[in-house]
């Protein structure tokens, strides 16, 4: 039966309240998850809005062949080239967490240190928030404030509206 | 420990150079702070003890503003300084890593080798230092010219490095100027935050994805480097976004460590630049 993005962010959580040994192994694992969590999200909030475009390679690629992004830079360059900050973020993000998440799989000669794990758990949660943030408010600067002021700025100085919930 | 007492005007100078120096620029650790009391006493010291000798009062005084991250006024100080004594080898080199501070990184290496040559007085930080001028801007050629001199081989590696990871960025079409505005955004935020000799280690992803890895390994804990990492992001981002930058991000990997991060496995973990990974892998 197939699974939705939704089941991997489960399969996530649901590592974060148990543990095993090796304690590498298990920490592995929290990455890999996590970041196939962020990154399938990611790859919906592509597929899903219609105002945002995938980019296979460079917009200024003289040779698109050759410049083809991979697999999961195409994800986190097409948020990048957005030029949506909020997405730009989550893409340079996932640029970060990709790397760990190819550290945690392939290099098995190298250990995860404390520093790898606290930033896996922050990638995790910035990718998280900003999506989420992004799909309720769209273009908005991200914040994790309730409340926000629209300020325009206008040919009669900056106008502002009153305060403006987020959810 | 009881503080010392000195017995002259001189000497209480030299004991708050002391204090500045091993209190506050060597040997930092975690997220750099200096309260306002320190730094008034600091310059209450140097107020009452002026008559001990101007060059080491302005010197005193040009710290002081480096402490405060005042570097402008640092640089007219250690001028002043410099003006009275224009050949000592201690004003210079801290002069040195002012001017380094305030990104001037030949004039920073030009004064190295002034006195290494001139003064014959060679600290084992000094080639370090213009190790760490030559970084920005991928230059190996101060550093090259210092090693000659003192007719050692130690800089061999490092001065390589240089060259090969200036070849290498072309690979995966990073310029040069690329490189220098993110070294422009993450060095004098390091030295702010943490005033702690800024180390990176280079590597170059060019398989499926391609990017420049900078890992900075700082003497800090877990939590101060996440602190430091959501700053820079933070830094790089308004970059991008107030100058239009966008061709920035996506192109380099930047994160802040503690030093012990540094020895996780990988071959020749002190090495500058580790070459480039063109494994495919997704």
Same mark, same amino acid.
């Given at each position: 039966m197939a699974v939705e993005v939704e089941d991997i962010y489960k399969q996530k959580f649901a590592l974060d309240s148990i543990s095993f040994e090796p304690i590498e192994s298990y920490e592995r694992l929290k990455i890999t998850r996590g970041y196939y969590a962020a990154f399938l999200y990611a790859r919906q909030l592509l597929n899903t809005d219609d105002s945002l475009e995938w980019h296979?390679?460079?917009?200024?690629? =003289?040779d698109p062949q050759k410049d083809r992004y991979g697999s999961h830079q195409k994800v986190y360059m097409s948020l990048i080239h957005s030029k949506i900050r909020v997405l730009s973020e989550i893409g340079q993000t996932l640029l970060l967490y990709h790397e760990l998440r190819k550290k945690s799989d392939?290099?098995?000669?190298l250990n995860i240190t404390p520093d790898d794990i606290s930033n896996a758990e922050i990638y995790f949660n910035s990718c998280k928030e900003r999506i989420e943030f992004y799909m309720k408010?769209?273009?908005?600067?991200?914040? =994790?404030?309730k409340k926000v002021i629209n300020a325009t700025v206008g040919r009669n100085g900056v106008k502002t509206s009153g305060l403006k919930l987020l959810k | 420990m009881a503080p010392r007492q000195p017995e002259t005007k001189e000497q209480a100078l030299h004991y708050l150079l002391e204090d500045i120096v091993e209190g506050y620029l060597v040997n930092q650790r975690g997220i750099a702070s200096v309260s306002s009391f320190v730094l008034k006493g600091f310059l209450k010291r140097a107020e009452e003890n002026k008559e001990g000798g101007l060059d080491a009062y302005y010197l005193a005084k040009a710290m002081i503003n480096v402490l405060q991250g005042r570097l402008n006024a640092a640089e007219a100080e250690f001028k002043k300084a410099i003006r009275i004594s224009p050949n000592d080898p201690i004003i210079l080199t801290n002069y040195s890593v002012a001017l380094r501070l305030l990104n001037k990184n030949a004039e920073s290496s030009e004064l190295l080798i002034k006195v290494i040559k001139s003064f014959g007085f060679v600290d084992k930080t000094m080639l370090n230092n213009i190790l760490f001028n030559s970084i920005p801007n991928l230059e190996p050629t101060y550093l090259q010219e210092a090693a000659e001199y003192l007719q050692t081989d130690e800089m061999n590696d490092d001065i390589d490095n240089l060259i090969l990871l200036k070849k290498d960025l072309q690979r995966i079409d990073v310029s040069l100027l690329e490189f220098q505005e993110i070294m422009g955004l993450l060095r004098p935020m390091v030295n702010k935050r943490t005033r702690q000799q800024f180390i990176p280690r280079f590597s170059i992803e060019n398989g499926l994805d391609k990017y420049l890895k900078i890992e900075i390994f700082l003497n800090v804990n877990t939590e101060e480097a996440s602190e430091l990492n959501s700053e820079f992001f933070d830094i790089l981002m308004d970059y991008v976004f107030e100058n239009d930058r966008h061709n920035l991000l996506g192109k380099f990997s930047v994160v802040l460590k503690q030093l012990e991060s540094r020895y996780d496995g990988t071959e020749n973990p002190e090495a500058l630049y580790l070459g480039v990974n063109e494994e495919l892998v997704a």
């Open positions: 296979s390679c460079h917009p200024n690629s =003289k392939y290099n098995l000669h408010n769209g273009d908005q600067h991200f914040t =994790k404030a | -």
